[in-house]
């Protein structure tokens, strides 16, 4: 899912999305069973709102990732752009 590792940030989202949907469904399933019998709507109801905030917070580390890397790619092409536009300048001040 995440390609680079090294962005805390997208790491800790990704850990506790899938966190939180594996305690929604476990939630849903212990507040869901009355008397030996299951809920449905209860397990639904834990169980729909964990898997919602959990793919929510999946998204935003994705989100996040790729500003990473964008940010990476701007920080890489930005000296060469600077030396461009020096060269540029003096191409016209020459002339």
Do not use: Y
């Not at 390609?3 to 507040?31: C, D, P, Q, Y």
């Not at 709102?49 to 500003?67: D, M, N, P, R, T």
Request: proline share 1%; aromatic share 8%; glycine share 8%.
């Amino acid at each position: 899912m995440l390609k680079n590792k090294e962005n805390l940030i997208a790491v800790s989202l990704v850990f506790m999305g899938w966190i939180i949907i594996a305690a929604a469904l476990i939630a849903g399933a212990t507040f869901g069973n009355e008397l030996g019998e299951i809920n449905w709507f209860t397990f639904l109801c834990w169980s729909l709102a964990g898997i919602s905030l959990g793919l929510v917070l999946l998204g935003l580390a994705e989100i996040v990732e790729f500003l990473n890397i964008i940010s990476d790619r701007i920080r890489e092409d930005k000296p060469h752009s600077n030396s461009q536009q020096v060269s540029a300048s003096e191409d016209v001040s020459e002339k």
